[in-house]
């Protein structure tokens, strides 16, 4: 029962976002720092979090880290405007991805990215 509350907790997105900080100071982007794995805790409050009614009064995330190196095809890429323009000379065009319903959007220098990350 608890595990099913859980999942539709309004701040379940914020306690997966707690250990980003410590992620983040491992450097992973960093050319030598791709092959390391690390270990971490993250303990914290939330204001106002029940679960069977009862008060949480601490959060524990604890996990292993590690950037890992995923290859990905562009199968197919999405170009609009005007007709009669060619592909490349369009100001909007999205690449579809191999992984999910990934994609992502070019729009007049701006980029939005939908990264699917549940097949993983």
Known sequence: MVAEELKDYYGLRSIFNAPFEIIDSHKLIVK???NKKFNFDVTFKINDFLLQGKEVKEV???????LEKIDLTVPTTFSYGMPGLKPEDR???IQKFGLGQ???VHQ???V???LDLSKL
């Open 91 to 93: 100001n909007i065009y």
């Open 32 to 34: 030598e720092n791709r």
């Open 112 to 114: 939005s990215i939908c």
């Open 102 to 104: 990934t994609d992502i």
């Open 108 to 110: 007049n220098g701006k």
């Open 60 to 66: 524990e995330v604890k996990g292993k880290g590690a």
